[in-house]
Nanobody
Framework: QVQLVESGGGLVQAGGSLRLSCAAS????????MGWFRQAPGKEREFVAA???????SYGDSVKGRFTTTRDNAKNTVYLQMNGLKPEDTAVYYC??????????????WGQGTQVTVSS
């Protein structure tokens, strides 16, 4: 079992930045791919970013060039640095973990989510 706790959400103006954190516990963190997803009201959940290791990352098209995910295996924590935020980035952001991940699929564990609101 893996427990995930996100933090760092909040209200920010368009063009601003936020950094989300996701602390993991319960299993060997480095063995897991870590993903970030978001869900806005009335919309389907959207893949944002993933890291299989410190050197292997991927991003959704809508956030490429603006968001960066990093991980600190010593602290069992993954981060999502969000720059150039836009009102359409407003959503609940979720952290997820999985051992057998393929693209946005295969995540077994999910955090409770943290709200990000971008004002225009």
């Amino acid at each position: 079992q893996v427990q995930l706790v996100e933090s760092g959400g909040g209200l920010v103006q368009a063009g601003g930045s936020l950094r989300l954190s996701c602390a993991a516990s319960g299993r060997t963190f480095s063995n897991y791919a870590m993903g970030w997803f978001r869900q806005a009201p009335g919309k389907e959940r959207e893949f944002v970013a993933a890291s299989r290791s410190s050197y292997s990352t991927s991003y959704g098209d809508s956030v490429k060039g603006r968001f960066t995910t990093t991980r600190d295996n010593a602290k069992n924590t993954v981060y999502l640095q969000m720059n150039g935020l836009k009102p359409e980035d407003t959503a609940v952001y979720y952290c997820a973990a999985g051992r057998s991940v393929s693209g946005p699929y295969g995540y077994d564990y999910w955090g409770q989510g943290t709200q990000v609101t971008v004002s225009s």
